[in-house]
Nanobody, 127 residues
Framework: QAQLLESGGGSVQAGGSLRLSCAAGSYTYGRYWMGWFRQAPGKEREGVAV????????HYADDVKGRFTISQDRAKRTVYLQMNSLKPEDTAMYYC????????????????????WGQGTQVTVSS
């Protein structure tokens, strides 16, 4: 059964750090891409960072490059998002997602190409 369970959200001041975790069920993990998306109030859901669970390739949105790092622990079927130097504009609900097929480069951060979703974890960054 497809299952994604996020944890690690919270409230921090600007410049602080948080680490999000996404534990995947055996059906969901290792298929293709897994990663993190976010949605702020009144905005569309956007890709933040994704990783190829059968390899090491990772992709980041431009505005998080150099600040966020995605990683995985295959033994635990868990994907992590280390977020450093957080900014108020990073405030959003963060969702873990998994794809059901291999994605071309241009589509890896497109939420429409992801079939499995977690419930989300809130990240709030205050100035």
């Amino acid at each position: 059964q497809a299952q994604l369970l996020e944890s690690g959200g919270g409230s921090v001041q600007a410049g602080g750090s948080l680490r999000l975790s996404c534990a995947a069920g055996s059906y969901t993990y290792g298929r293709y891409w897994m990663g993190w998306f976010r949605q702020a109030p009144g905005k569309e859901r956007e890709g933040v960072a994704v990783i190829y669970t059968a390899g090491v390739s990772a992709h980041y949105a431009d505005d998080v490059k150099g600040r966020f790092t995605i990683s995985q622990d295959r033994a635990k079927r868990t994907v992590y998002l280390q977020m450093n130097s957080l900014k108020p504009e990073d405030t959003a609900m963060y969702y873990c997602a998994g794809s059901n097929f291999y994605l071309a480069n241009a589509r890896r951060l497109n939420p429409d190409d992801y079939s499995y979703w977690g419930q989300g974890t809130q990240v709030t960054v205050s100035s």
